[in-house]
T-cell receptor, first 113, second 114 residues
Framework: GESVGLHLPTLSVQEGDNSIINCAYSNSASDYFIWYKQESGKGPQFIIDIRSNMDKRQGQRVTVLLNKTVKHLSLQIAATQPGDSAVYFC????????????FGTGTKLQVIP | DAGITQSPRHKVTETGTPVTLRCHQT?????MYWYRQDPGHGLRLIHYSYGVKDTDKGEVSDGYSVSRSKTEDFLLTLESATSSQTSVYFC?????????????FGDGTRLSIL
């Protein structure tokens, strides 16, 4: 987990505040998107997914927004907790190309108690 | 957590030696994948399997081979390890095609080639 990136962008958030993490993707044909959370020394963990026929999807304390026009994805975490500290990255999938996936390099979320 | 076990978790070896990493799943998922994760890069797909004895190449397959003789096991082999293959390797599984179903990942193998 700690080797995701040499200079990962970092978002520092006060505990209890909302967090917004952004991701840009390049393949305009991508039709399935996932946000993953990766803690140090662990594998990526699925958070939430969204398909291209939607622009918003909500889970427990998390919301994903998809803007296909500008190829942008965001993850909103409500009432951020210390346990949310991790690296977050998006992945975009293209069903028209066999097993075609692109993962982002990630954003480190640091929650300040 | 999905039942995925990677072994070994850490390995140090020398250039030119063969290395095999193992991924074992207890979920009976059809699809299994091997990725590598390096600084400055997102996860990159090495090889994947869509069933027993059915495998195909991913984005960065050169220097790697895979085998899947049982549903639960997917092996990644570096025939002759090079320093550029130093990386963290993740196995993932999915019940359906990755463009329709989320993948679930193991906790990785940290491989160092000296």
């Amino acid at each position: 987990g700690e080797s995701v990136g040499l200079h990962l962008p970092t978002l520092s958030v006060q505990e209890g505040d909302n967090s917004i993490i952004n991701c840009a993707y390049s393949n305009s044909a991508s039709d399935y998107f996932i946000w993953y959370k990766q803690e140090s020394g662990k594998g990526p963990q699925f958070i939430i997914d969204i398909r291209s026929n939607m622009d918003k999807r909500q889970g427990q304390r998390v919301t994903v927004l998809l803007n296909k026009t500008v190829k942008h994805l965001s993850l909103q975490i409500a009432a951020t907790q210390p346990g949310d500290s991790a690296v977050y990255f998006c992945a975009d999938y293209y069903s028209g190309g066999y097993q075609k996936v692109t993962f982002g390099t990630g954003t480190k979320l640091q929650v300040i108690p | 957590d999905a039942g995925i076990t990677q072994s070994p978790r850490h390995k140090v070896t020398e250039t030119g030696t063969p290395v095999t990493l193992r991924c074992h799943q207890t979920e009976n998922h059809r699809y299994m994948y091997w990725y590598r994760q390096d600084p400055g890069h997102g996860l990159r797909l090495i090889h994947y399997s869509y069933g027993v004895k059915d495998t195909d190449k991913g984005e960065v397959s050169d220097g790697y081979s895979v085998s899947r003789s049982k549903t639960e096991d997917f092996l990644l082999t570096l025939e002759s390890a090079t320093s550029s293959q130093t990386s963290v390797y993740f196995c993932a599984i999915s019940d359906g095609d990755m463009s329709n179903q989320p993948q679930h990942f193991g906790d990785g193998t940290r491989l160092s080639i000296l």
